[in-house]
């Protein structure tokens, strides 16, 4: 309806899921997938759109690909691979060529990699899943982002290699050190994190999903940076002093490791963050063997522990469009397209549908290894006894969970300058909601009633 020009264009659209394009819009030699919306001013060349995904206000999609249920509005993109779950806003731009591995945010006037620190066009910036920098970020190619990582507001001098992930990086001017929080998101905003795991889901209207897109955010890519962040503040820290009850509030990193500077970097809340990295593994353990029980049926403890796989190993995992899938498997498709051996797309599809559907045997392997890992515990060794501390700690580490989500979205209601907005409390609760009636809160109070239920039922019927 009113576009300007479409030109060399394969535009998908169907009764279930409608492509529309709108007024003003110019788009050349691209790709549109089903159930996609264009509108307003769009300017798109040399570009390919997931299904259900918008560009939208004036966005401008160069040379990018732009992953499934995203959103570009008011912004330039120019060069870049974006993965699913993608929300960007508010005159924002991708100057260099960009690896955002979805379920990211870009915050207003944030400009993700300065196109001027280099002699030619070859810079990159690569993020993991969970991206998140704040308003008016100034980032330098190359830089390296681990996942759900949130950068604070702030003009970064050098280039950022940060391998811990769920941390603040900020950047301190006055004592010119650059500051980063490991587990930021688990100790200080629990709401956004769950709530957004949430959405992404909620959100992911395919009516057809030929891959299967990870949105958990504790999962093997993760899940494998919380345990290399683990052996990193280790090795700094000392692993015999994090184990004593003596509390390490900050741990200086030497330069040229976080930053290309000589300016040193300064870990903050490390004892916090250790004990939650361990945690957040042992978790994820326990809800991939509490579900292989479930779905096996079995009678008892000995038949449940007979059927669990063995000889696990910490393999890594790529995140290839949202799909989490095990390198080694991935090198080997690779290595077959180059042999001629893989010579259509379908058979490259059906790789992507087997692995889908190896998925959560694959990741029960990657569950047990990671809790050998860092815990020690081979599960295939493990008595009745530490079995059922697992399934208890995994209760109570979703009961601190949902009480973090609770109490994180809490502040809000507890600032006075939010109130400040309004003639009283009854006022900003009418226009706001009431914490009480908080829809997703009590979402997951319920959830973690079920899932007390499930595990008590579970330990009952193995009789642990």
């Known amino acids: ?41 769009v300017k798109a060349v040399r570009f390919i759109m997931a299904s259900n995904s918008q560009l939208k206000y004036g966005a401008r999609l160069i040379n990018s690909y732009l992953g499934n249920n995203s959103t570009i509005s008011c912004c330039e993109v120019l060069n870049s691979l974006i993965f699913p779950a993608h929300e960007q806003h508010h005159n924002n731009s991708f100057l260099c060529a960009a690896l955002v591995m979805g379920q990211s945010n870009m915050a207003a006037g944030a400009t993700i990699g300065s196109n001027h620190n280099s002699r030619s066009a070859d810079g990159e910036i690569i993020a993991g899943r969970g ?7 100034s980032l330098k190619h190359n830089s390296k982002f681990a996942s759900f990582n949130i950068v604070a507001k702030g003009d970064y001098p050098a ?33 956004a994190l ?21 949105y958990d955010f504790l999962a093997p890519d993760s899940v494998n940076e919380m345990i290399d962040a683990i052996k990193l503040i280790e090795k700094y820290a000392g692993k015999k002093t994090l184990s004593s009850k003596k509390v390490i509030d900050e741990l200086e990193i030497p330069s040229g490791i976080f930053e290309n500077s000589k300016r040193k970097t300064k870990l903050i809340k490390v004892s ?17 063997i509490a579900q292989f029980i479930e779905s096996g049926g079995f009678k008892n403890w000995e038949q449940a522990i007979k059927n669990l796989p ?9 995140n290839v469009g949202g799909q989490l899938i095990r390198q080694e498997e991935l090198k080997k498709l690779i290595t077959e397209i180059h042999s001629g051996k893989i010579k259509g797309w379908e058979k490259i599809h059906e790789f992507y549908k087997k692995q889908g559907e190896k998925y959560p045997a694959d ?18 060794k493990a008595d009745m006894l530490t079995i059922k501390k697992l399934l208890l700690q995994s209760v ?36 706001v909601g009431k914490l009480s009636e908080n829809s997703f809160i009590n979402q997951e109070k319920e959830a973690l009633n079920e899932y007390k239920k499930r595990l008590e039922g579970l330990m009952k019927k193995l009789k642990l």
């Not at 394969?10 to 549109?32: L, P």
């Not at 990741?363 to 295939?380: D, F, Q, R, Y």
């Open 363 to 380: 990741k029960l392997h990657h569950a047990l290894a990671a809790l050998n890992e860092v815990h020690g515990i081979e599960i295939k």
């Open 396 to 431: 109570a580490t979703k009961e601190w969970m949902v009480k973090s989500i609770h109490d994180s979205r809490a502040k809000d209601y507890a600032n006075p300058f939010r109130e400040m907005a309004y003639e009283s409390i009854g006022e900003m609760e009418t226009v």
């Open 159 to 191: 280039e950022l290699n940060i391998p811990i992930p769920f941390s603040l990086a900020s950047n301190n001017v006055s004592k010119d050190e650059l500051v980063v929080m490991p587990a930021y998101w688990f100790l200080y905003n629990m709401y």
């Open 272 to 288: 916090q963050a250790y004990k939650v990295f361990r945690e957040m593994v042992m978790h994820y353990a326990s809800i991939q």
């Open 131 to 137: 991206f998140w920098p704040g308003l008016c970020v």
């Open 1 to 41: 309806k009113g576009a300007n020009k479409l030109k060399n264009l394969t535009i998908n659209s169907s009764a279930e899921s409608k492509t529309q394009i709108g007024e003003g819009c110019e788009m050349v030699n691209g790709i549109i997938d089903y159930g996609c919306r264009v509108f307003y001013g």
């Open 310 to 318: 063995s000889k696990n190993k910490l393999k890594q995992w790529s």
């Open 194 to 214: 769950a709530r957004n795991s949430w959405k992404y889901v909620d959100r992911d209207k395919r009516t057809n999903k030929p891959q299967l897109i990870e």
